[in-house]
T-cell receptor, first 113, second 113 residues
Framework: GENVEQHPSTLSVQEGDSAVIKCTYS??????FPWYKQELGKGPQLIID?????GEKKDQRIAVTLNKTAKHFSLHITETQPEDSAVYFC????????????FGSGTRLSIRP | GAGVSQSPRYKVAKRGQDVALRCDPI?????LFWYQQALGQGPEFLTY????????KSGLPSDRFFAERPEGSVSTLKIQRTQQEDSAVYLC???????????FGPGTRLTVL
């Protein structure tokens, strides 16, 4: 089955700087890669996703890149703000059957003022 | 509109007790998913419904776990004879069907003493 590895587990950056979180996946059948943000006491919230037919996607300060050959994908947050502090999860799924999402272990991002 | 709701938000059970956790998906969403999130970990898939049909229950950890969605809307996750290792946040997610994004509820935090 699919296995998603995520690193780093914790990340601290100065406000205004960029943050990068990296993930790898194992199953070449995976074709959908969402990123979720989870704040304390809340459920995961989708912040951006990418499908395997594209290599990059941007939404304001957030961008994701996907390298299908290497089975790597990354989240980039630019101009970080205090409200970006949270736990971020990468995930992978094979969407021919609309089935389960396999999550990474999470990155706790802290933004230093 | 209203998102996914879960109740109760917190549940404390004595070891050996049965518990029932409720999920109200977004209205009209065909697919419903249950995940278990241990402290400091990413969510792990438990089971998946399409309407009232339980299409995948491969993630249920033991036969003490049972889920149902009898009318294709509200779902209940039942855990019999709870054990300390069942302590976790139980997350419910829904999507319109056909491989779309999963939208998560706030979760139920279960503590087994």
């Amino acid at each position: 089955g699919e296995n998603v590895e995520q690193h780093p587990s914790t990340l601290s950056v100065q406000e205004g700087d960029s943050a990068v979180i990296k993930c790898t996946y194992s199953d070449s059948a995976s074709n959908y890669f969402p990123w979720y943000k989870q704040e304390l006491g809340k459920g995961p919230q989708l912040i951006i996703d990418i499908r395997s037919n594209v290599g990059e996607k941007k939404d304001q300060r957030i961008a994701v890149t996907l390298n299908k050959t290497a089975k790597h994908f990354s989240l980039h947050i630019t101009e970080t703000q205090p409200e970006d502090s949270a736990v971020y999860f990468c995930a992978a799924a094979e969407y021919s059957s609309a089935s389960k999402i396999i999550f990474g272990s999470g990155t706790r991002l802290s933004i230093r003022p | 509109g209203a998102g996914v709701s879960q109740s109760p938000r917190y549940k404390v059970a004595k070891r050996g007790q049965d518990v029932a956790l409720r999920c109200d998906p977004i209205s009209g969403h065909v697919s419903l998913f249950w995940y278990q999130q241990a402290l400091g970990q990413g969510p792990e898939f438990l089971t998946y419904f399409q309407n009232e049909a339980q299409l995948d229950k491969s993630g249920l950890p033991s036969d003490r776990f049972f889920a149902e969605r009898p009318e294709g809307s509200v779902s209940t996750l039942k855990i019999q004879r709870t054990q300390q290792e069942d302590s976790a946040v139980y997350l419910c997610a829904s999507n319109p069907g056909g491989g779309d994004t999963q939208y998560f509820g706030p979760g139920t935090r279960l503590t087994v003493l």
